[in-house]
């Protein structure tokens, strides 16, 4: 059995290190996916990726599928999902570019996004509890994988998911941070509900790529984002190199 999932985020079209075996189109009662599952080894151990904003990073974070991803996800029938987010830092232990993050809460600010299974054509009100958004389980060997590889990361935090694809204003971060949120990113939700309404296992390791809106002198850098992307998203590699094993022997 596939020992898990890994969602690409921005940074993360493609594992480098991962060797492929096969492709996989799935459909679902959703529509397309944003890709085809891709199979291969990592770290010794079969798992299947997808790139959340497709193979040639085309989708804008507000149209993604994301009922068709986490449903051919679980199709594959891995039962843990690896989510990587780039996000921007909001309070002070979450300024420094290409920090790991593994949140464990998150605030949803997104709107007309597709965002239950659970609509009318059910026909039963299904409610889904969420006071714990994230697998407890997935972040603790997230956590030990990040610790043993002596990889900058912070253990906790709450994620603000916005709707994106601009930037935020520095009153709405303003506000995000008055309200509890230490990061901010554009697809964390409805992703992390969905999963849960699946009982899929997920978890997220978000990515620092620069301080969030009014957190900085200037503008947000396009260019200082893609150099802090490349940083982190070489740690996010080794992270999974470290973890897989782990999650297998789970």
């Known amino acids: 059995m596939t020992a898990v999932a890994i969602i690409g985020g921005s940074g993360l079209t493609n594992l480098k290190n991962l060797e492929i075996t096969r492709r996989e189109v799935v459909r679902t009662p959703y529509g397309e996916p944003s890709g085809p599952m891709v199979y291969g080894q990592l770290g010794g151990q079969e798992v299947v990726f997808l790139p959340r904003h497709g193979p040639g990073h085309t989708i804008p974070p507000h149209e993604i599928n994301y009922r068709a991803n986490i449903w ?9 999902v690896i989510a990587v987010n780039a996000v ?30 659970f609509g009318s054509e059910h026909k039963k009100v299904t409610h889904v509890d969420f006071t714990s958004p994230y697998c407890e389980e997935l972040r603790k060997l997230l956590i030990e994988a990040a610790r043993q590889a002596k990889l900058p990361a ?10 994106g694809p601009r930037f ?4 709405e971060i303003a506000r995000m941070e008055r309200d509890g949120a230490d990061i901010v990113g554009m697809t964390g939700m409805p992703e992390t509900g969905l999963a849960r309404e699946l009982e899929l296992c997920y978890a997220s390791v978000a990515v620092v790529v620069n301080p969030a809106a009014g957190k900085t002198k200037g503008v947000i850098s396009l260019k200082e984002i893609e150099k802090n992307l490349e940083t982190g998203m070489a740690r996010v590699r080794t992270l999974l190199e470290q973890v897989i094993p782990r999650i297998a022997r789970a």
């Not at 002070?92 to 965002?115: C, E, K, M, N, S």
Request: hydrophobic share 35%; net charge negative; aromatic share 12%.
């Open 88 to 117: 921007g830092g909001i309070t002070p232990d979450y300024l420094i570019p290409g920090t790991l993050v593994f949140p464990d809460q998150i605030i949803d600010y997104t709107y007309g996004r597709a965002h239950t299974f």
């Open 72 to 80: 051919a996800l679980k199709e594959t029938g891995v039962k843990r």
């Open 168 to 171: 935020e204003s520095a009153a």
């Open 154 to 163: 912070v253990m906790h935090g709450a994620y603000g998911a916005t709707q």
